[in-house]
């Protein structure tokens, strides 16, 4: 099936079929055709939505996603709205043509949105990712660090997060590092860590806290001279901060109601202007 400029409705659907659509090599975020909607489908059923890579450029991540998501778009699997049914094995697929045997560039599985059935990319699953730097290859980020790998895109193109394993640490091996952000700076849920290396790190949240946590533990790892500014520095909410370097700065008050520690090769390099709450 390939591009119908009308939709395509199927009630009951079983079996394994691609669905071809072209699109704006212009905007590939443009599919062009109508929706494809599977009402049920049979336990075990697949299907792929197909486009050609024309336009797409592989090489940025977000363009891959945009016109992955875009093509999967077009899939609507009713019977999944509910969650009633989880019978249909959605991959979405861009390719060297136009035709169900040619070569994958990028696939990824589909996901259904509960209330519509509308697919989108399940962007975990999207093979091969693009190819990012191994090691820092910056030092001025603008971006807060969140604890979640999709989300921290410009650590992950700097090669200061793994692209390719998802285990929260931010491995920073060069000097001076700068991340200053519009609202809080460090914004970790989960058990995350900065892994300094021994190097220089400001952290500035024009508005908002410099270290801002909600759950797990934020650890920072060995840091030469680290200096956190923010209007509060620290702001530990039923999570742990767990700092360790050679001179720590914390300009604004550090409030808490777990535990945050921060120990200093001497003592003396400990430098807090703050205020310190327990709540």
Request: aromatic share 4%.
């Amino acid at each position: 099936m390939t591009n119908a400029a009308a939709g395509v409705t199927i009630g009951s659907y079983s079996g394994d079929a691609t669905v071809i659509y072209k699109h704006n090599s212009s905007n590939p975020s443009e599919v062009y055709g109508g929706n494809f909607t599977v009402t049920s489908a049979k336990s075990g059923s697949k299907i792929t939505m197909l486009t050609d890579n024309t336009g797409v450029d592989t090489t940025d991540e977000d363009k891959i996603n945009e016109a992955l998501d875009a093509l999967a778009g077009k899939l609507f699997y009713t019977g999944a709205i509910g969650g009633a049914e989880n019978n249909l094995n959605g991959t979405v697929k861009i390719a060297e043509g136009l035709t169900a045997a040619s070569v994958a560039k990028q696939t990824a599985g589909i996901v259904y949105d509960k209330t519509t059935g509308q697919g989108s990319a399940d962007h975990k699953t999207v093979t091969p990712g693009p190819v990012y730097p191994t090691e820092q290859d910056r030092t001025a980020f603008v971006t807060s660090i969140t604890g979640e790998h999709l989300t921290d895109k410009e650590y992950r193109k700097a090669g200061v997060l793994s692209n390719t394993v998802d285990n929260n640490i931010y491995s920073f091996t060069k000097d001076a590092t700068t991340i200053t952000t519009a609202g809080s700076a460090v914004t970790t849920a989960k058990d995350t860590t900065l892994q300094l290396n021994k190097h220089d790190m400001t952290i500035t949240a024009n508005s908002g806290d410099g270290i801002a946590t909600t759950g797990g533990t934020l650890t920072v790892k060995d840091a030469g001279s680290l200096t956190v500014n923010g209007a509060k520095a620290i702001n530990a909410n039923n999570s742990k901060v767990d700092i360790t370097a050679v001179n720590a700065e914390l300009n604004g008050d550090v409030s808490t109601n777990s535990a945050v520690s921060i120990k200093a090769t001497k003592a003396a390099n400990i430098t807090a202007m703050l205020h310190i709450t327990f709540m």
